[in-house]
Structures are given as C-alpha cells and as structure tokens.
C-alpha cells in the first residue's frame, strides 16, 4: 500500500510535469517554418527516440519477440496516432491556421479521453471530475479568447483545423487504446515499439515531402529543433505520459491538455518574448483547481479518507 500511495504522488506530479514538455513545441512549431519540413521534422525526431529506446531496451523487447509478432499491428496503429498524426500532422496544420482555433480544438480531447475511458474502458467518471473538466475548459476558452468571450462568434475555420481535428482526434484514441490493448512491455519498452512503428511510417512520407516540394537546405538550426523535439515533447512527455496513464488512469490524466494553453503562453512570454496579461492569470485560476478536480483520487464513502 505504502508504495501505490508512493507510485501516485510521482504520478500526480509527472501530471504537472508534462505541459511544461509539450510546451517546447509551440516554440519548435513557431520556428520550424521555412527550416524544417513537417513530415521531415516529425521524422528526425521520432527516429532519434526510436533508436535511443531500441537499444536501451533491447533485452525486453527480444524477450516479448512473441508478443510483438502477434500484437504488431497495434504498435502500428498507436504509431500512426502518436507520432505521425500527433507528430506531423500538428506542425502542418500550424501553417494555416492560428493557435486560438488549435487551443479550442484541442480543448475538445480531454473531454473525448474522460466519456471514452468512462463508456469504453469502464473508468468511473464522477460528478466532481465532471465539474473540474467544465472549470479547466472555461479556463482554457479565458485564455485562448483572451477574456474576450464574445470572440467566439469571430473564430474562423480554415483547412488547416482539419489537421488539428485529426490530431485531436488521433491523440484521444492513442490515450485509449494503450489502457485498451494490454502489454507485456513496460513503459521504455512499449514506447520504443511505437516509436519504432512511428519512425517506418513516417520515412514514405518524409520522402514524398521531400520530391514533392523544394525543401529548405538543412541547417544547425534544423538540427537543434529536431533534437529538442526528441527530447522534450518526444521522449519525456510521451515516457511520462504512458507510465503515469497506468497509475492514474486514462481521463484523469488527460487533463494535462488543459494545462497547454497556459503552460504555452507562459513559455512565448519567457522565450518568444510575448506579452503575458491578465487574461492568462484569470484562466489559470480556472484551469488550475479544475485540474486538482479531476485528477484527485476518489474519496471512500466507508472511511472517508482518499
């Protein structure tokens, strides 16, 4: 008992962690445009996670060799989800379409986690996190209009949300069919797989980007993007992403995405040099106990304790 109640404190922590990685790719998205080609960006950084993970783990993977056979085509479809819908998919929608309408249709993925874990994997989804999810959404809309709501009847969409729809969608699948389609593979193992599967899948594409339009010539800076999307919104977010889904749970982790907003206004204030106002600390005393909500372990009726 002592070490499930340990396991959850890391988790619940690694909780407040994970934003702050994905936050690194609103930087890398708002300077890859005319250095690195999406698919090529998404490539580069996925293959360096593979490899990496691969090797760090390739006993356990020889050793559920029988597993993989069998159950390949799911590390296939969590491959496509995750990296190359969540992964390239992302970076060209970007190009045409602007961050309020990427918030907002992001906004719509925990809610897509919370009712998938509840109807399809039988999580409990109780009223308390019902009402965390409906204050961390409010706070996200606060943010992305800015505080002013009325904004909304201006939002206009364009094909490149049709990107980000997808990547929505795709990430609320890949969250649930991890907890869906059991493995044998621990969390290193399991994410090198889909890493891997990530890495075949996107090389044609890479490739098709690279003789179907004239690609900026490699850079430094090309370099220094991919790698730090391996490491920061690659490696570490999906890593701890998938380990503390295990302890927590499918819905109460995805509240993450709640936190991106904030966590991304906060990163262009302190790196892009963008203004930070009001309307980001008003969000953040939404978006912030909505998360507490959602996230807290359920209370025993009997006892009363946590």
């Avoid at 340990?6 to 407040?16: I, M």
């Avoid at 969608?169 to 649930?176: D, F, G, H, I, R």
Wanted: proline letters at 4%; glycine letters at 8%; hydrophobic letters at 55%.
């Amino acid at each position: 008992m002592p070490d499930m109640h340990r396991q959850e404190r890391l988790a619940l922590l690694g909780l407040w962690f994970i934003p702050a990685l994905w936050a690194v790719n609103y930087i890398i998205a708002r300077r890859a445009p005319g250095v690195v080609e999406p698919y090529s960006l998404a490539l580069g950084r996925w293959s360096l996670v593979a490899v990496f993970l691969v090797v760090l783990t390739r006993h356990e993977l020889w050793r559920e060799r029988a597993h993989l056979r069998a159950c390949w085509h799911q590390y296939v479809v969590l491959g496509f989800c995750g990296m190359v819908v969540c992964g390239a998919w992302v970076y060209l929608g970007a190009r045409t379409t602007t961050a309020m309408n990427i918030a907002l249709i992001y906004a719509a993925s925990p809610v897509l986690i919370a009712l998938g874990a509840a109807l399809w994997l039988g999580e409990s989804f109780r009223w308390q996190q019902a009402g965390g999810v409906a204050l961390a959404l409010a706070g996200v809309v606060h943010v992305v209009v800015q505080g002013q709501w009325l904004s909304l009847a201006t939002v206009q969409w364009v094909a490149g949300d049709l990107w980000i729809v997808a990547a929505m969608v795709a990430w609320a699948a890949y969250a649930l069919l991890q907890k869906r389609w059991f493995s044998p593979l621990g969390s290193t193992a399991r994410l090198a797989a889909m890493s891997a599967s990530g890495t075949l899948l996107l090389l044609p594409c890479a490739a098709w980007e690279q003789w179907q339009a004239a690609t900026p010539a490699w850079s430094w800076t090309a370099t220094h993007l991919v790698v730090a999307a391996a490491l920061a919104p690659g490696l570490a977010a999906y890593w701890i992403y998938g380990s503390i889904q295990k302890v927590l749970g499918a819905s109460r982790v995805a509240v993450t995405l709640y936190l991106g907003p904030l966590y991304a206004a906060l990163a262009a204030w302190g790196v892009l040099g963008e203004t930070l106002g009001s309307h980001h600390l008003v969000g953040a005393a939404f978006i912030l106990p909505g998360v507490y909500f959602v996230s807290r372990r359920p209370v025993d009726t009997a006892t009363g304790n946590e």
